[in-house]
């Protein structure tokens, strides 16, 4: 049964990237767990979630358009639970890729 997340939530002026701004600053990746796809990035330390969807029917729960105003990891885990199976997925690529984003 998927889990109930609510409509999509925008962080940002607008969906899209705004111009003169990257979205993709930083080396973004993606998880994809059942039917669920989520696009992050690594931002020091920490892991900034850009957009969250479920592939099957086409809906967006969560699009960024400001890299730096996108929660992290534990926020996603505090607003979406049901998706903790997504949310551990991205933690162990996180820690099993090398550290090469120099962004920030």
């Known amino acids: 049964m998927e ?3 609510p409509e999509a939530s925008r962080i940002g002026p607008a969906a899209g990237t705004r111009p003169g701004h990257d979205v993709s600053a930083g080396r973004t990746h993606q998880a994809v767990l059942g039917e669920w796809r989520a696009v992050w990035r690594r931002d020091r330390q920490r892991i900034r979630i850009i957009r969250v969807r479920n592939i099957s029917d086409d809906r967006t729960v ?4 400001d890299p730096d105003r996108a929660p992290d990891l534990a926020d996603m885990r ?3 639970p049901e998706l903790s199976a997504l949310w551990d997925e991205i933690r162990h690529q996180f820690w099993a890729r090398p550290t090469q984003d120099t962004s920030r």
């Not at 969560?62 to 358009?65: E, G, H, P």
Request: proline residues 10%.
């Open 3 to 5: 889990p109930a997340v």
């Open 78 to 80: 505090e607003r979406f």
């Open 62 to 65: 969560l699009a960024i358009t």
